[in-house]
């Protein structure tokens, strides 16, 4: 049985909201009020039209396969709340949205999906890429020697700013950063200018930055020295080095075909970008993969999965160096409920497994861990939170960036005090809580 007429839980389709104001904006348009014309097909289509301030009413289009949207509205966030709202309309099976063939879409409905899927089968068919010519090798080298002496550059100035003492760093402020920052970026050395970037917001990040900011300049000392003796260093460890200066790298191997659960979903930005993360687990394969995908600053990236929804698709992996980042390639049917769920470790397991990670790739900032059965609480001296076993017997901190936010609030309301398995990302500044799920419950919330 396919599962493409599966219809999602409301929480799945609000999971989709790239922020808080899309999703309470989308939730106002769940009601069958301002839509006309809606219908889906089993095909995995949801069309309607939905009444705006305008005289023309918005049409909206998912393809819920991708899932992938199109409106006529002029926002810039994908999904919009017009999409956001006919998903939560079309989530209910006694609703309006009539299931149907796909021969009742409009035809403005039927252009888009045409288009989509004329697109997808231009991609499978288009021939693989050429091979390297004589000036793609040359421009490689010269890129080399760029990164190299950037590198050396950015080497100099951590030692002066640590013969300097951290609080200079302070001291020169935004102008410094970015300055330094910039110089990286003319190296053609991103994954430096990043870090960078990083390092110069430190200083003002609260109590205790002096340490973070020793901690963080001596990683990225190690990072640049690393650079100069790259040649000496063994294979898995030279590509590592790589792919933390930010040298192009490509996915690379045969895709693995499973069913992949949707364990979380968030997005970070800055004044340049806005990079959405999501973490899949396989169903058969057991593996985990890290999907990236970037918008323009102020706009959401358009890949959005549903987080707690399962889809069989094709993955291929970067090479090491890029955590555990896979590419999307085909995908097939639609997102469905999951089968399974994958089992909770303890607190000596994730250490072990971060362990291990650092030990692949020193530069990692943590890896993903499903941990559990735990229980939310204080910590004793009352400053801060930790995730603990229910016996008491071990304990992990969460991430004080976690424990500020609302998703920490979602995950004690989840528990209640009872146990709870949770997925996140296990680091050397705690563990930071995406998703969780209570033992006999189907249901993942995103907390993220």
């Not at 879409?105 to 288009?115: C, F, K, Y």
């Not at 200018?193 to 901690?215: M, Q």
């Amino acid at each position: 049985m396919t599962q493409q007429g599966v219809r999602w839980a409301a929480e799945q389709v609000l999971a989709l909201a790239p922020d808080a104001a899309s999703r309470k904006a989308g939730s106002r348009l769940g009601a069958s009020g301002p839509w006309s014309e809606a219908g889906c097909s089993n095909e995995g289509a949801v069309w309607g039209l939905c009444k705006g301030s305008g005289s023309k009413p918005y049409r909206t289009v998912v393809d819920t396969t991708g899932p992938a949207y199109q409106c006529s509205c002029p926002s810039r966030k994908f999904p919009c709340k017009h999409a956001l709202g006919l998903l939560l309309l079309w989530s209910d099976p006694e609703g309006p949205v009539a299931a149907g063939d796909g021969a009742g879409a409009p035809d403005w409905a039927r252009t888009w999906l045409a288009g989509r899927a004329e697109r997808t089968a231009r991609k499978k068919a288009a021939p693989a890429a050429p091979a390297g010519s004589e000036a793609a090798r040359r421009r490689a080298e010269q890129r080399a020697e760029r990164v190299s002496a950037g590198a050396s550059e950015l080497e100099q100035r951590l030692e002066d700013l640590l013969r300097g003492g951290l609080a200079s760093a302070e001291q020169a402020g935004y102008s410094l950063r970015e300055e330094t920052a910039a110089r990286m970026v003319d190296a053609q050395a991103p994954g430096l200018a990043a870090r960078v970037r990083e390092l110069g917001a430190i200083p003002g990040s609260g109590p205790g930055w002096p340490v973070r900011l020793l901690e963080e300049s001596a990683l990225l000392y190690l990072l640049v020295r690393a650079r100069g003796r790259q040649a000496e260093l063994p294979e898995p460890l030279s590509s590592v080095v790589g792919a933390r200066l930010g040298l192009p790298v490509h996915a690379e191997g045969p895709p693995l075909r499973d069913t992949w659960l949707v364990l979380a979903q968030y997005d970070t930005a800055d004044a340049r970008l806005t990079t959405r993360r999501a973490w899949l687990h396989g169903a058969a394969s057991g593996r985990t993969a890290l999907l990236l995908s970037y918008g323009a600053a102020g706009r959401a990236p358009e890949l959005t999965l549903p987080v707690g929804l399962a889809m069989e698709a094709e993955l291929t992996w970067f090479p090491r160096g890029t955590g555990w980042r896979a590419e999307l390639g085909e995908r097939f049917g639609t997102p469905a409920v999951p089968s399974s769920r994958p089992t909770g470790v303890d607190v000596t397991e994730a250490l072990g497994r971060y362990g291990q990670a650092v030990r692949e790739d020193p530069w990692t900032p943590h890896c993903p861990v499903t941990l559990g059965p735990v229980i939310p609480a204080p910590l004793p001296d009352g400053r801060g939170w930790q995730l603990a076993a229910p016996d008491g017997s071990a304990a992990l901190p969460v991430s004080a960036s976690a424990a500020a936010g609302p998703g920490l609030w979602r995950l004690v309301a989840l528990s209640g005090g009872a146990p709870v398995t949770v997925f996140g990302e296990c680091g050397h500044r705690g563990f930071n809580p995406l998703s969780a799920w209570m033992e006999g419950d189907e249901s993942v919330v995103p907390l993220s």
